[in-house]
């Protein structure tokens, strides 16, 4: 399987979770709002601190994202690009964000593909503090109550990532059998998330949200990703069993350090993590 060397030592654990309570709900998000503050008062009005978001449709401007990019130094596997800020209003296509703190304020982790004003179709890592919503919109959410995802220097990756943390119990949710997941660098996604829900009894589950990278792509009808910096998120994911053993079918979005744009299902055991991916599993 396909490895990255990272500059720090791999923690022993792989896979950092937590488990919750959840409520899926619709989240609106007014027209003229930084999208963090946004995001930050629709998660509050239901009672979370913490969830993730699918920003399909969503309406920018200004707006402003860093792409994947080689490292120049030896401190990172690999990094990010200079910052892009696009005249005009980007129409996102599809894309997941993580919603949580870093240094004790709200931040969000968000990979998406989008068409800018111009009709140039890219995709990236949005910036939170940058980008403003053009246009009020209502997407799909899920909150967590009992875990959250808090930023955190890694050693491994050298970066600040999001990860699971416990949380005291709020009272917003006492619904279902959530877990807030992390996948650390060089572990292979599906198989990961199969071997999860083995341990744990789990016969089905659904992913939300989902943001991360991967060692390149291997997707499910053939095509190959070589350039290995990504940027991806979740379009849609299901582990449940066939042929006698849990499988993970995993539909994604991505860019490359090139710009190059891929959608499509995962092939399972071949696509390891790059830095890292967070998600919420829910267990049915």
């Known amino acids: 399987m396909r490895q990255i060397i990272q500059p720090g030592p791999a923690a022993p654990e792989r896979i950092r979770w937590i488990e919750a309570h959840g409520r899926r709900f619709r989240m609106s998000l007014a027209a003229g709002l930084p999208l963090l503050e946004a995001v930050r008062r629709g998660f509050a009005a239901m009672g979370f601190t913490s969830g993730v978001v699918t920003v399909d449709g969503l309406v920018l401007g200004p707006f402003a994202y860093v792409m994947p990019a080689l490292s120049k130094t030896p401190e990172h596997a690999a990094f990010y690009s200079d910052t892009f800020r696009p005249a005009g209003v ?26 800018e004003a111009d009709g140039k179709v890219s995709g990236g890592h949005i910036l939170p503090d940058d980008t403003v919503l053009a246009e009020t919109v209502t997407v799909p959410a899920l909150g967590l109550d009992g875990a959250g995802f808090a930023a955190a220097p890694d050693p491994e990756t050298n970066f600040k990532l999001f990860g699971p943390v416990a949380v005291p119990f709020s009272g917003a949710s006492r619904e279902g059998r959530y877990f807030a997941l992390r996948v650390g660098p060089n572990v292979d996604f599906t198989t990961a998330l199969e071997e999860f829900c083995a341990e744990r009894g789990i016969r089905r589950a659904v992913i939300h949200g989902g943001v991360g990278s991967t060692i390149g792509a291997h997707f499910e009808d053939g095509r190959i990703v070589e350039n290995f910096a990504t940027e991806v998120a979740i379009q849609a994911g299901v582990i449940e069993p066939a042929q006698g053993r849990l ?13 190059a744009m891929a959608q499509g299902r995962l092939r399972r055991g071949d696509n390891p993590v790059l830095m890292t991916f967070e998600l919420v599993l829910e267990a049915l």
Do not use: K, S, Y
């Open 90 to 115: 980007t129409r996102v296509e599809t894309g997941a964000m993580t919603f949580g703190t870093r240094d004790g304020a709200p931040f969000f982790h968000c990979h998406a593909l989008w068409t």
């Open 247 to 259: 499988v993970a079918e995993i539909d994604v979005a991505l860019v490359d350090f090139t710009g």
